[in-house]
């Protein structure tokens, strides 16, 4: 097991912290992952209609008394075909084939095979992570406010959207992100900002697959400790993150969105969740 430890200076208002940021790569074919330490977030709800800040409205308290590791980047087709040729996981075809591109077009249950074939090859419990887990990772303690609080006329920094390169290229009469992060469509995985705990592209790229069933239309509901809702409809299956064809004003984390098991997108994916001893 290789480790990596980074170390990432950030500013909470006018509180300066060194946070630890520790690494873990299982096999040079796995996906790398960084370590998500305990702690908790709030969950604001309802979720908000376009535009409104995270810093207001009711919320519940979500929190992690466990540390888990989460994927670095969405899994690749590189990564992917490793599982392919170990006769685990379904040749899938995508329109755009590199290996450092995303692997869509997967379905909830394809991404679970490639999960266990992680845990099988590893030895680690592998699997896709809760709605919860998602955000708390993707917000990295700054929950307050979309875009990781950054201004929306530089979220082309931090994520591959919808924007006005899409737009002169593709003219698919979408809205578009009012800036231009120079990707047309997919992109490569890691290319741009990553939030604080080290992650790249949970804004945008590929929209990601989760655990949780659907069920609670109200994020009340969703459970406190971070475990996945799985008493709703299990025919339906979430993702969150939003993809290179949304633009600005869908990819608010709070979006709760479903769609059968058994469906296909070539701009959906995932990025896997480890359990930490
Ligand atoms: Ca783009
Ligand atoms: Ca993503």
Redesign the pocket.
Known sequence: MLATWLFLIYTIGNVTSAEEIEELHDCVQCPELVIIPSGQFDMRFPPSTSGRGHNVGLYHTVSFDYRFAIGKFEVTRGQWLACVQDGECPDITNAVETPSTPVVNVTWGEAKKYTRWLSKKTGHTYRLPSYSEWEYAARSGRGMNRYFNVPLSEI?LYG????Q??DRALDLGLAT?PCD?????I?VVGRYEPNRFGLYDVI?NVSEWIEDCAGPIVRAAYPIDGQPWLGGDCELRGFRGSS?LNNENTFVFESSVFRSHGSRADDLGFRVAREMP
Do not use: F, R
């Open positions: 082309c591959n959207t919808y924007d390169s899409a992100s992060d120079s990707s047309e469509a992109s945008g290179w």
